[in-house]
């Protein structure tokens, strides 16, 4: 396999070289996965892929390694920046961390997120951004497209931790997320899960964990474009439990079902880390030979950094005869705690019945030891936590702003102590989604801070309810920003070349998410819309006859009538009275009223005939005008 | 004419001892009331507050204002935006610094916590606006009311139906009225749940008030004012000009001009009515453009005073465009499907939405269609004409409240004299009594219990429907049967005079 490659290799770079003149710079694609135990017995594993494309205009619409049809979706939309991201499972903040840089980049909302950031005038933003759902939604074969109504996304401003007026911000709590997105995903590939890391990705065992969140980031850079992939699963080590405090042991053929062989032939990097929490001793010589754990196979590097310990391998020794295969053995208990942020975010529903409610974001301060390391000391001494806000609610949650109440501690605040900030775009019904940023400055000491804000729950028409109307509606969730705190891995090494490790190292900024509230909002009967239009139709029938009617009826003029009528004995009677005379051959009884009752029915005869002539007349009209045309 | 008064004088001093104690006691009460609102909870009950007249829906447009965003940003606020800054400054919650010494339950209190806050200040505060309103709106009631018993009083001398010289059998129909409408707890709901329907009631009584005052100034105000705060006063446009134009309500012409043929004017002539009738032979009461041309004037000047005001407080935010759009355009285009006394939101709700457009034009035109042969019929009696209209937009009305029934029940009340026959009243009396009952069963029901269903409380509108058309209809025939036995009672009387 190996002799077979090296060839391959050099003769691509030849054609790469002669493509392309020697001194360009050349698409690139690296691998790597990042393997780390967690506190609650679970492993972490992020596949983390990375293609980067020079400048478009360099190289004419051709690509390399470089998906087409992502570089296209930049070319037509004039994307800057852009992230989609499909999640299963809820991010545990509390054991899994909050705030070192794997959970602040890669603990996503439940469903599909989407934001991006456009380059174009800010007029045709929104039209950008409809074309841009709609695309995304057929190549992911995932209902993105729903987001390109104007009640499912939003503008954020600053809330959001990137301020740009071109950009937009969209989630659909409820998607369901399966392999369907993933198999599009693993095409953007250059080896898709054929060859190199991305074999592991056996759909069974990534499926199977507690939490599975699929990244795709675009951005464009000086460079070009960089366009990174990521995969994040908590899966469970299948372990038998010993009686011991043991952590489970796991190997990459348990935790996948899966080896690896060799790496993709195309990818210029291709490692596997192993991220090690609350060691013991984490001194280098006792690291590789200690009775804590045990590696089976040997790190080609160890770095450390303040509190965890990484382990780099190359998996370019692999082969088919001999596939990497790493496993982990713990071999006494082990304890740690995650770093977490400084506040702990979650968020409920408070009253009952369908008719309003109130949202409550409830921010508790953490164990963190490191809280103080975020404070801001500029703020005459006072210890200061900052925290951000940002928050969509679909129109049919009616937010009362002014209700807006923020308890610090228990008690309430006035809003101008704590609340330095806060922007609103309130929904408009049917039209737009509402917004709301807030950014809080919370003394450090702080137990607890609770936000709540009062709703009414809308009323929808029929059409506007889902097919399963009864089981409520979702609120997308809320995001907790800290901009003063930056999760960073700080090595001691100075290590650029590997690219997950240099995204370790930028700062990027502590967020989390909370969880998808679901609304129940009151259903009208939807097998009724028949019933209702006859049944008010009959009602306002019944209020203008009758009140005409009253109007017309003349009680005078009924009085005379019916004496004149009693006088003649009834006409109609009269009538009959003569045909039967006139079939049984005798004279009429009473000739006296013959003629009034002729008269009176001549008339009666010229009227009708007139009536009807007229009516003729209009319809032979309207069937003449209707035909015209 | 100094009879006529001596006599009133007379029979004011008996009862307004009796008719203040009663006022008082009726503000006394509401006030009882406020103290208890936050657990009545008033101010949220679809029957009381639509999302035209919901306090909650105006501290948010005050809130929105305050924070420089257009307050009909987002489909909170569709009112107007005099009526803002009159009432907004009233609905900031003043946030009291209390601490909660138990420091349990936090969150789950969250809730109750600002319920008292939010209802124990700016409730009280709000209160007083409403109930000064209704207090104001009974008084004017009183004063139209006193107008027309004098009316009716003279009416009936003159055409000789009342030979007494003291009209005993006439009941005072103004202190009914002001009481009705102060007792009626559909005015109470309405005032202490902090609707702002109370304002508008105001609006509309002051406009008749003026036009049966013949302050012309004051009807226009009145009118422009109740037709900026809801639109559908609009309609009492024709009333009031007849008022203006023709006098208080009265006999049909044809009555006195018989009276006339038969008591040969031997009568010397005391009062304008008898001066018409008198001073012209044909059967046209004399029109008094004069004064309508006058109305026609201040409602312009007082409409572009409005206009001015508005566009003032809203120039940084969409101008006088937007509030149209916002306010009318929501009342006509039926925006809001949440549930209230009407009928409108669950047939919105339901149709199609190929046919909304249809239904909507049907539906807003059923008003219009009404009015024509209404006026016709009623043009004698303007007063009622008004009441009559104000029961058909409460009907039709897009977004009705109990307050809209609480203006024309005792603006039926004014007609006490003329209605004493009306068929149904009890059954009537009952129908309304039963539906106020059940409506917040059937809103329980369906909305907080989730064991019934929306067809649960729209059947009650449609009753509710139903009953308020039997009794427009009924009032109305009942007006004109009155009218017929008038005629009816001239020529016996005309009779024993030969």
């Known amino acids: 396999m190996a002799r077979t490659v090296i060839p391959l290799l050099i003769l691509q770079s030849f054609l790469l070289a002669i493509a392309f003149g020697s001194n360009e710079v050349e698409e690139e694609f690296s691998e790597s996965l990042l393997l780390k ?21 360099s190289h004419g619409r051709h690509h390399h390694l470089f998906p087409k049809a992502i570089s296209q979706l930049v070319q037509k939309f004039r994307v800057k920046e852009m992230e989609l991201s499909f999640t299963q499972g809820r991010w545990n903040h509390e054991h899994w961390g909050g705030s ?118 675009l951005s464009m850079v000086d460079s070009g474009m960089l366009l990174e992939q990521s995969l994040t699963v908590v899966l469970q080590p299948d372990t038998v439990y010993d009686g011991k405090d043991l952590q ?55 770095l450390r950094e303040t509190s965890s310990v990484l382990f780099i391998f190359d998996i370019d020794k692999s082969s088919d005869s001999e596939p990497f295969d790493l496993s982990l053995t713990w071999k006494l208990p082990s304890k740690w705690s995650c770093q977490q942020a400084p506040l702990h975010a979650s968020r409920f529903l408070m009253g009952s019945g369908n008719e309003r409610g109130a949202i409550a974001i409830l921010l508790k301060a953490t164990e963190s030891q490191d809280k103080l390391s975020g404070k801001d000391i500029t703020n005459g001494g006072h210890c200061r936590v900052k925290a951000n806000v940002f928050q969509i609610f679909p129109w049919y949650v009616k937010v009362y702003y002014h209700t807006l109440q923020i308890f610090v501690d228990q008690q309430q605040n006035t809003s101008s102590e704590v609340l330095k900030k806060i922007n609103v775009s309130p929904s408009a019904d049917k039209m737009s989604s509402g917004m709301m940023e807030m950014m809080l400055e919370l003394p450090c000491e702080v137990k607890s801070v609770a936000i709540s804000i009062e709703y009414d729950k809308g009323f929808l028409h029929i059409d506007e309810y889902p097919p399963d109307a009864n089981q409520g509606f979702d609120i997308p969730s809320a995001l907790i920003s800290f901009p003063d705190h930056h999760a960073s891995l700080d090595f001691k090494e100075e290590l650029s070349t590997l690219p997950l490790l240099s995204k370790f190292k930028d700062k990027s900024l502590v967020r989390s998410y909370t969880e998808v509230l679901l609304v129940p909002l009151t259903t009208p009967d939807f097998s009724m819309p028949y019933n209702v239009i006859t049944i008010t139709c009959t009602v306002f029938a019944l209020y203008f006859g009758s009140l005409l009617n009253a109007l017309r009826r003349r009680i005078g003029e009924e009085e005379r009538f019916l004496k004149s ?10 009538l009959l009275s003569r045909f039967t005379a006139k079939i049984r051959g005798r004279p009429v009884e009473s000739p006296s009223s013959e003629p009034t009752a002729a008269a009176q029915s001549s008339v009666l005869s010229s009227k009708l005939l007139f009536k009807i002539i007229l009516v003729a007349g209009v319809a032979a009209a309207w069937q003449y005008f209707s035909t015209d045309k | 004419m100094t009879k006529d008064d001596g006599e009133m004088v007379e029979e004011q001093k008996k009862k307004p001892c009796r008719f203040w104690i009663w006022a008082l006691s009726s503000v006394l009460f509401r006030l009882i009331l406020i103290s208890y609102a936050g657990n009545l909870n008033l101010s949220s009950r679809p029957e009381v507050s639509t999302p035209l007249t919901s306090i909650r829906r105006l501290a948010e447009g005050y809130w929105l204002k305050q924070a420089s965003m257009s307050p009909y940003a987002g489909s909170m606020y569709h009112g107007s935006p005099l009526l803002l800054s009159l009432l907004g400054p009233l609905t900031v919650q003043r946030l009291v610094a209390e601490t909660s010494s138990n420091d349990l339950k936090l969150c789950f209190n969250l809730v109750e916590f600002k319920k008292e806050d939010t209802l124990d200040v700016s409730g009280s505060k709000g209160n007083q606006v409403t109930s000064f309103a209704d207090i104001l709106s009974a008084i004017l009631l009183r004063g139209i009311g006193k107008k027309l018993q004098m009316a009716y009083g003279l009416n009936a001398r003159l055409l000789g139906l009342l030979k007494s010289p003291r009209d005993k059998g006439i009941l005072p129909c103004g202190d009914i009225a002001a009481l009705v409408y102060l007792w009626n707890p559909f005015t109470i709901v309405c005032c202490v749940g902090l609707s702002t329907s109370p304002i508008e009631n105001l609006a509309v009584i002051l406009a008749l008030n003026g036009a049966v005052t013949r302050r012309v100034p004051l009807a226009a105000f009145g009118l422009v004012m109740a037709t900026h705060l809801s639109l559908y006063p609009a309609i009492l446009t024709i009333p009031v000009i007849f008022l203006l134009g023709y006098g208080l309500d009265a006999p049909p012409l ?36 004069k004064t309508v041309v006058h109305f026609v004037f201040w409602a312009l000047v007082w409409s572009l005073c409005v206009m001015v005001l508005c566009r003032l407080s809203l120039s940084k935010h969409g101008g006088l465009e937007e509030m149209f759009k916002r306010t009318y355009g929501f009342i006509l285009s039926i925006e809001d499907l949440s549930p209230n006394i009407g009928v409108f939101w669950y047939f919105f709700a339901e149709v199609f939405d190929f046919f909304r457009n249809f239904f909507l034009i049907v539906f807003h035109v059923n008003i219009l269609f009404m009015l024509l042969p209404l006026a016709i019929r009623l ?32 603006l039926w009340a004014l007609f006490v004299n003329e209605l004493a026959d009306m068929k149904f009243s009890f059954f009537l009396f009952c129908g309304y009594l039963g539906v106020s009952l059940l409506s917040p069963v059937m809103h329980n029901l369906w909305i907080w219990r989730g064991t019934g269903n929306a067809n649960f409380y729209f059947g009650n509108a449609i009753g509710y429907a139903c009953f308020q058309i039997v009794f427009v209809v009924e009032s109305v025939s009942a007006m004109l049967n009155h009218d017929r036995a008038l005629k009816k009672c001239n020529p016996n009387h005309q009779k024993v005079k030969n």
Request: charged share 20%.
């Open chain 2, 379 to 410: 043009k004698h009696r303007p007063c009622f004409l008004a009441f009559i209209y104000l029961a058909i937009s409460s009907l039709l009305k897009s977004y009705p409240s109990v307050g809209d029934s609480a203006l024309y029940l005792s």
């Open chain 1, 37 to 57: 135990p967690l506190p609650d017995r679970k492993v972490l594993a992020h596949f983390h892929f990375e293609n980067r494309a020079p400048p478009s205009n």
């Open chain 1, 565 to 574: 009528k009693g006088k003649k004995t009834g006409g109609l009677k009269q």
């Open chain 1, 248 to 302: 489970p042991s796991w190997s990459l053929s348990s935790l996948f079902g899966r080896k690896v062989v060799g790496k993709c032939v195309l990818a210029k990097s291709s490692n596997v880390y192993l991220q090690m929490e609350g060691l013991a001793h984490p001194e280098a010589h006792t690291l590789l030979k200690n009775e804590e754990f045990e590696l089976s196979i040997k790190p080609d590097r160890t």
């Open chain 2, 254 to 289: 044809k009555l006195f001009l018989q009276t006339r043929n038969v008591e040969s004017g031997n009568r010397s002539s005391t009062s304008s009515a008898s001066k018409q009738a008198k001073s012209k032979p044909t059967a046209q009461l004399p029109f008094l453009w």
């Open chain 1, 100 to 217: 070192d840089t794997l959970s602040s980049m890669n603990a996503k909302p439940v469903g599909v997120e989407l934001w991006a950031v456009f380059d174009v005038p800010r007029s045709e933003v929104d039209t950008s951004w409809k074309n841009l759902t709609h695309a995304l939604s057929g190549l992911f074969c995932a209902s993105i497209n729903f987001l390109e109504s104007s009640t499912s996304y939003a503008a954020p401003t600053w809330g959001f931790g990137r301020s740009s007026d071109k950009l937009r911000y969209g989630s659909l709590p409820r998607e369901a997320v399966c392999t369907e997105n993933l198999t599009p995903w693993l095409k953007l590939l250059p080896c898709r899960d054929k060859d190199g890391i991305s074999a592991l990705m056996n759909r069974p065992s990534v499926y199977r964990g507690f939490y599975h969140s699929q990244r795709l980031h």
